[in-house]
């Protein structure tokens, strides 16, 4: 496993996260509770000690699970979790609500489930326009003064918005979706780099198009994250993901690799992202994934890849 000092917190994490909004069970392929325990347990066989949830992941289902194999492993005091707030899943919806008054009640369940009394790095999933920023991020740096949250950050954010939250509460972390397939973040991952913020790039996977068990067009259920959340499950964004794939996968032949290690090994390499986000929910899948970490690209096969992201999917920022 490698390890890196994130941002200006002085944590020692695993370049590799174990994202586990899948984990969670819900808008994803279903798999029973057995299986998703063993790929969290796997990820700690692996060396990961690094992980992020969040309270919408399945009505804090994901939590729970990482609270009870942390708690069984004893592991608990060697790993950092990152969770979320401001945002819930309530009768199979997304609901947002960063009043400081629901963050408050939402760390205490988190703080339960996850079978602790502190929390890591605590993020504000996603923007509420409709609450002021000193009402969300006052109750953020009252509960990092209490102790119950050593480091705040953001998801979800543009590079403005970042700005706007960090004039309120020194941030620490920025957790933004970057991907081949999507690169609208980047100038918030730039920005929160270039001030000595943790960065971590969730969605490198693309959700699993990018580890090419997607081939053919379907069509999946409304609350389905690949028909929700990721546009290139349908058209016009498939077939423009299948030209990259067959790019890749020739770039991947050379190199002695799969997609899933050659995606996140080329995801590890850009300069603003300190830590790299993955999902699986099988322990298979984790070990996959972890082959990444000893794949190295040259500097033409890095150009190679940006150029044939390029012919697709444009960097946008």
């Known amino acids: 496993m490698e390890y890196t000092t994130f ?51 399945n009505t804090g289902a994901a939590e729970k699970l990482i609270g009870r194999v942390l708690e069984e492993s004893g592991k608990r005091k060697d790993c950092v979790i990152a969770t979320k707030c401001g ?74 918005q970042l700005a706007a939250a960090n004039k309120v509460c020194p941030l620490d972390v920025s957790q933004e979706q970057f991907s081949m397939l ?3 973040k980047v100038p918030t991952l730039r920005a929160a780099a270039e001030q000595g913020m943790g960065t ?34 349908r058209e016009p964004g498939f077939s423009k993901a299948m030209n990259l794939l067959t790019r890749l996968d020739r770039i991947a032949a050379e190199c002695g690799t799969s997609l899933p290690q050659l995606t996140l090994r080329w995801t590890m390499e850009q300069d603003f992202v300190s830590v790299v986000l993955f999902g699986a929910q099988m322990a298979e899948r984790v070990r996959t994934n972890v082959r990444a970490l ?22 946008e920022g």
């Not at 819900?26 to 309270?55: C, K």
């Not at 408050?104 to 079978?115: C, G, N, P, V």
């Not at 000893?294 to 960097?315: G, N, T, V, Y």
Request: with cysteine; glycine share 10%; aromatic share 14%.
């Open 7 to 57: 941002g200006n917190t002085g944590l020692k994490v695993s370049k590799l996260c174990f994202g586990t909004w899948g984990i969670g069970g819900a808008g994803w392929d279903e798999y029973s509770e057995e299986v998703r325990l063993d790929a969290l347990h796997e990820a700690l066989e692996q060396g990961i000690n690094f992980f992020d949830t969040a309270p919408a992941y």
């Open 87 to 160: 945002n819930d899943f309530i009768d199979g919806k997304y609901v947002r609500n960063g009043s400081g008054a629901y963050i408050k009640e939402q760390i205490e369940r988190s703080l339960e489930y996850l079978r602790t009394d502190y929390i890591d790095i605590y993020l504000l999933h996603w923007p509420d326009p409709s609450v002021p920023l000193e009402d969300t991020f006052g109750a953020l740096q009252e509960l990092r003064e209490a102790g119950k949250v050593h480091f705040i950050g953001v998801c979800n954010h543009t590079a403005e």
């Open 182 to 184: 999507v690169q609208s």
């Open 200 to 233: 971590m790039a969730y969605g490198a996977l693309g959700g699993g198009m990018l580890t090419g068990r997607y081939r053919t067009l379907e069509t999946y259920e409304e609350m389905d994250s690949r028909n929700r959340f990721y546009p290139f499950f």
């Open 294 to 315: 000893s794949l190295r690209l040259s500097p033409e096969k890095i150009a190679a890849i940006d150029r044939a992201i390029a012919q697709e999917f444009p960097p």
